[in-house]
């Protein structure tokens, strides 16, 4: 029997199995490879959570139709299908305008870099005075006490996305954040007490502000213009709304286009001392830490 070199098998091997080899692989690719995934990851993670979910479907079994024409060589279906492709993505950017704009807004929110090095309070909180203990205390005991008579309220604590538009849609109030400052704004037939009173730092800064409602349909039957407002400020900026419901005296809070509904006192001050800075106006860079960790596990 004749055995073959070491050269020759390489030739056959190189020959025949050449389909095997695999192209070598950089660090670009795997840092591509990397970047690729999240940015799909999100995208699934934010069409799950919008309207787009159904359109995704929808796309998928179009998509398999396709697959089935092309199979079986139906060849008018195909051509029709791959001509109104591109109506199909005109339209589903017409329709899907809310969404895309509103995940363009939370996409430049997210201040990842400023938010892990930045020391100082002022770039952590993005205001011109500090969110103390104190502010908190006044805010939760205004909200409970309004809730016990029930008296309706709206109360926008801003934080790093100014709201500059929705301050100037009310009156004018440049007043320290009190308990009784807050019940009297309020208080049934006044002139101030329609509309959101927007909170900066530890200042009320305008009263009977108006704020964009929003269109969730996640948002009961039940609750009216007052939930839609708070719902739909938090949707824009990266607010946070005490909202005390008139006719049932809870207090609920809305963050991130979310609805935290009859809330107990300590779970809202818990919420607002998130919030929290020193009195030196200084934030802990080990609490901030603490926090993003603590707001990933929440959302998940
Ligand atoms: N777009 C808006 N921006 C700010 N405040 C608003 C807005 N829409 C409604 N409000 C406030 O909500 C009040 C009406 O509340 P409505 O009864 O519709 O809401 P609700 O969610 O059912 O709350 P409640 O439980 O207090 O009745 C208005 O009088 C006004 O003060």
């Known amino acids: 029997m004749q055995l073959i070199s070491i050269g020759q098998f390489h030739k056959v091997i190189e020959k025949?199995?050449?389909?095997?080899?695999?192209?070598?692989?950089?660090?670009?690719?795997?840092?591509?490879?990397?970047?690729?995934?999240?940015?799909?990851?999100?995208?699934?993670?934010?069409?799950?959570?919008?309207?787009?979910w159904t359109l995704f479907k929808g796309i998928i079994m179009l998509l398999l139709f396709a697959l089935f024409a092309a199979i079986f060589q139906l060849n008018t279906i195909s051509w029709l299908l791959s001509n109104s492709l591109s109506v199909g993505i005109t339209a589903a950017i017409i329709i899907f305008q809310p969404e895309l704009r509103r995940a363009l807004e939370q996409l430049g929110r997210k201040k990842i870099f400023s938010n892990i090095f930045s020391f100082s309070a002022g770039e952590y909180e993005g205001r011109q005075s500090a969110f103390t203990e104190k502010t908190i205390n006044e805010v939760v005991r205004a909200s409970y006490e309004m809730g016990e008579v029930k008296t309706g309220a709206l109360i926008v604590i801003e934080q790093n996305v100014a709201l500059g538009e929705y301050v100037r849609t009310?009156?004018?109030?440049?007043?320290?954040?009190?308990?009784?400052?807050?019940?009297?704004?309020?208080?049934?037939?006044?002139?101030?007490?329609?509309?959101a009173v927007i909170i900066r730092g530890n200042r009320i800064v305008s009263a009977t502000c108006y704020l964009p409602l929003t269109d969730s349909?996640?948002?009961?039957?039940?609750?009216?213009?007052?939930?839609?407002?708070?719902?739909?400020?938090?949707?824009?900026?990266?607010?946070?709304?005490?909202?005390?419901?008139?006719?049932t005296g809870a207090v609920s809070l809305a963050k991130d286009g979310r609805l935290y509904k009859h809330l107990q006192k300590e779970e809202l001050v818990e919420k607002l001392q998130q919030l929290k800075v020193d009195d030196t106006g200084n934030a802990d860079v080990f609490k901030k830490w603490k926090d993003l960790l603590r707001n990933e596990k929440s959302e998940k």
């Open 16 to 52: 025949y199995l050449y389909w095997l080899s695999l192209p070598s692989i950089g660090f670009t690719d795997i840092l591509e490879i990397i970047i690729i995934s999240v940015i799909v990851y999100q995208m699934l993670k934010w069409v799950q959570l919008t309207r787009a």
């Open 170 to 195: 009310g009156i004018s109030i440049d007043g320290l954040v009190t308990s009784q400052l807050l019940i009297n704004i309020f208080e049934h037939n006044t002139p101030l007490h329609d509309g």
């Open 217 to 247: 349909m996640d948002i009961g039957k039940e609750l009216g213009t007052r939930h839609r407002a708070a719902v739909g400020i938090s949707e824009v900026s990266d607010s946070l709304t005490i909202i005390v419901s008139e006719e």
